[in-house]
């Protein structure tokens, strides 16, 4: 069964930094785009980045550009995020998922979450 798990979260201090990984299995890492997404308490989901199939990197909100990176090891069916110059602002549950090509993000495979707090 495919299975997407992320690690790495926890608690920094504003202006500190995280990197968030996610390990795909059961699935060929290099045929998905895969992505991160967040969801802040009494907010919507928003995308964050993701690196679709090509290896095309793309962020999403305009909020991490320039703080975070995407990126992804292939032979390790990973995918990271690193996060830089982290505020209160980006308090989150942050989510991994794998979409096929063609696909919606819903449709695709889902970690269950992994919750980052920044204090101020």
């Known amino acids: 069964p495919q299975l997407v798990v992320e690690s790495g979260g926890g608690e920094v201090q504003a202006g500190g930094s995280l990197r968030l990984s996610c390990t795909a299995s059961?699935?060929?890492?290099?045929?998905?785009?895969m992505g991160w997404f967040r969801q802040a308490p009494g907010k919507e989901r928003e995308g964050v980045a993701a690196?679709?199939?090509?290896?095309?990197?793309?962020v999403y909100t305009g909020l991490v550009k320039g703080r975070f990176t995407i990126s992804q090891d292939n032979a390790k069916n990973t995918l990271y995020l690193q996060m830089n110059s982290l505020t209160p602002k980006d308090t989150a549950t942050f989510y991994c998922?794998?979409?096929?090509?063609?696909?919606?993000?819903?449709?695709?495979?889902w970690g269950q979450g992994i919750q980052v707090t920044i204090s101020s």
């Open positions: 998922a794998a979409a096929t090509c063609g696909r919606t993000w819903d449709s695709g495979y």
């Open positions: 059961g699935l060929t890492f290099g045929l998905y785009a």
């Open positions: 690196i679709h199939i090509g290896g095309v990197p793309a």
